[in-house]
Structure formats: C-alpha cells, structure tokens
C-alpha cells in the first residue's frame, strides 16, 4: 500500500485551484488574492525564502527508503535512455547521448508538488555553481502548456522538457520528483539519487568535479535537509 504524506494529499487537493496559490496555502487563506500572489513570487524568486517566510517544508518532504538507494544505485553504469526533443518552450533538447560535449545532470520535477517547488532554488544555485561545465535539464509530467506555466512560476535557469506520458520518468524509474541523475559525456549514468539531502549533495557535487576533471569546489547546501528526502509520487 502506498505511503502518503502531507505533500501528497497538499497536492491533490489544490489540482483545480488557480497555480498561483499553491505556495500561499501553506501560510495565508486561499482569499487572499494579491497576498498569495506575493508569496508565491516572493518564494519563488529567492533561494531560501520559504524558510525566510517560516514555512516548514521539512513536514511535506519523503523519506528515502533503503529499497530506493539500492534501486537507483543499480542504475549506475548503465547506458542512459536518450531522448531528442523539445523542451517547454519548444526549443531542441536532449537527454543523453553518446559524444556530448558535456556531462549532464537531469531533475525530475512533479507539477503540484511542493517538494519540487521547495528543492527548485537549489537546484538552480547548484546548476550556477557547475555553470558552463555541466548541462542541466528537468523533466516535468506535463505537457508543453502546463511545462510553461510551472517554468514561469517557479524560474528554473535550465531547460524543463515535458514528459506527459512519463516515458522518460519511468525510463530512468524515477517513482518521485526530485529524483536526479548524473549523466557522462559518453552516456552512462554515472549515479543516480534517489532526493537530495546534504550528503547526497556532497556526493553530487564530488562526482561532478570528477566528471568534469577537477577539484571539488564546496557548494552552499543553504537549506537542504540534513536528512535524505525525496518528492511526491509521479
């Protein structure tokens, strides 16, 4: 029987609210319209700000079980699934693929879900942090329209490609947002992870620095749970 968080129910509760109330539940009535909007924009904007705004989304996150480490650690050195296609705004991406220039990092990202509107702003700082050495990419289950929409709410710097009928989710089993992979040039999948907390972050970042041939540069985990924590289920 599925295990299901406060997230979850959040989630499925606010599915035919207008988008940019969705943050704003969690402190302030549904009325209040422009307040919403003010948060929501205000949280999405800056690194840190739920916390800023004592919002505790340490309650709505997943724990990471044993059975999801052994699972994503079996992905390692496997052949990533590749893909060529648009992304929400309909310019060319791709996922994987031998001969790239880079190594890629790709997010998997569950409209509604407020994990994923929680980790957004790190992910974003992390893509900063590897700029012009390491390609990130989100998948989102949505269509083109809706893709938009959750880009324009929640700014990701980097290309989100939509993923309607989770081809691509369940490619990679990706059961939760949040779930990531580390993609090398010659397209393999060097690790896969399972959430994010500080010390799968650490490793992240380590393996990243390999990839890419040098030191370990220290990342700002800022916010990220100490302890590992995924997203809602896809």
């Known amino acids: 029987m599925e295990m ?11 599915g035919k609210l207008p988008r940019i109330m969705k943050l704003a539940r969690f402190t302030v009535p549904i009325g209040i319209g422009l307040f919403c909007a003010g948060v929501a924009m205000f949280v999405s904007a800056k690194p840190g700000a739920a916390k800023d705004l004592g919002i505790d989304f340490s309650q709505v996150h997943h724990p990471v079980t044993q059975d999801m480490i052994v699972a994503t650690q079996a ?7 590749s893909f060529s296609l648009k ?19 790709v997010l998997f990202i569950l409209d509604g879900c407020p994990c ?29 329209q809706k893709g938009r929409a959750w880009v324009s709410d929640y700014r990701p710097i980097f290309p989100v490609v939509p993923d309607p009928d989770k081809k691509i989710i369940h490619a990679y089993r990706a059961r ?18 399972p959430g994010y907390s500080v010390d799968m972050m650490e490793e992240m970042n380590s393996k990243m620095a390999k990839e890419v041939g040098e030191k370990v ?16 289920y896809f």
Not at 4 to 14: A, N, P
Not at 75 to 81: I, L
Not at 87 to 105: E, H, N, T
Not at 178 to 193: D, K
């Open 217 to 232: 540069r220290p990342f700002d985990a800022q916010y990220v749970p100490k302890e590992r924590s995924s997203g809602c």
């Open 75 to 81: 992905m390692a050195r496997k052949v990533a699934p």
């Open 176 to 193: 939760q947002s949040v779930y990531c992979a580390l993609i090398s040039r010659e397209g393999e999948i060097v690790e896969m992870w």
């Open 87 to 105: 992304d929400v705004k309909g310019a060319p991406a791709s996922i994987a693929g031998k001969g790239r220039q880079k190594p890629q990092f």
């Open 116 to 144: 994923s509107i929680d980790a957004q702003p790190i992910f974003n700082n992390f893509a900063k942090h590897w700029e012009g050495k390491v390609d990130f990419i989100g998948v989102i289950n949505d269509d083109p």
């Open 4 to 14: 299901r968080c406060r997230s979850c129910v959040f989630r499925d509760g606010i």
